[in-house]
Nanobody
Framework: QVQLVESGGGLVQAGGSLRLSCAAS????????MGWYRQAPGKQRELVAT???????NYADSVKGRFTISRDNAKNTVYLQMNSLRPEDTAVYYC?????????WGQGTQVTVSS
């Protein structure tokens, strides 16, 4: 079983940047893809970005060109570099991994973007 711990959230002004981290532990040799979701108050959790074990990435249209997902397999960590942040990016950000995609999560990290 994989345990995930997110960090790096905070309060930032619109146009600012944050870098989120998600560290995996446990049965990490089984990890394939990793990704980030977010959930804003009163909204469903939505996919933000994914990265496969070979580094292929995919992004939600709303963050393309602003967010970059990356991973350090030696550290079992996935990152989300968020630039040009907007108030609508405000949410709790969660990471997940496969196998078991979207069935296990970390505790989340709050990102708040002020206008």
């Amino acid at each position: 079983q994989v345990q995930l711990v997110e960090s790096g959230g905070g309060l930032v002004q619109a146009g600012g940047s944050l870098r989120l981290s998600c560290a995996a532990s446990g049965t990490i040799f089984s990890i394939n893809a990793m990704g980030w979701y977010r959930q804003a108050p009163g909204k469903q959790r939505e996919l933000v970005a994914t990265i496969t074990s070979d580094g292929s990435t995919n992004y939600a249209d709303s963050v393309k060109g602003r967010f970059t997902i990356s991973r350090d397999n030696a550290k079992n960590t996935v990152y989300l570099q968020m630039n040009s942040l907007r108030p609508e990016d405000t949410a709790v950000y969660y990471c997940t991994s496969s196998p078991g995609w979207a069935t296990h999560w970390g505790q989340g990290t709050q990102v708040t973007v002020s206008s």
